[in-house]
């Protein structure tokens, strides 16, 4: 019984490791997306990512999920208005 426990224990906090750990990676991508995108007024993804060292899925990704950045036509981001 101690060994499931541990287990259980054990895996919640890798779980929790990995999200953090994640979350925190996407949070740093999406404030120098959106630093390379305040001092531009709409960028192509591609763009973005030579600006920012980063792949085009990995800018893409990113810029989907932001809540700061928002689609500007095909392939393109601005920064969201209230940003």
Known sequence: MDMVII????LAAIAGHVWIYRWVKFK???????????????LCDADIAVKA?????RVNTV?????????NGSGHW???PER
């Open 7 to 10: 287990s259980i224990v054990s």
């Open 53 to 57: 060292h980063l792949q085009v899925d």
């Open 28 to 42: 740093v991508h999406e404030g120098a997306v959106a630093d390379i995108l305040s001092n531009n007024s709409s």
């Open 78 to 80: 601005q920064c969201s």
């Open 63 to 71: 810029c989907e999920r932001s809540k700061q950045i928002t689609p």
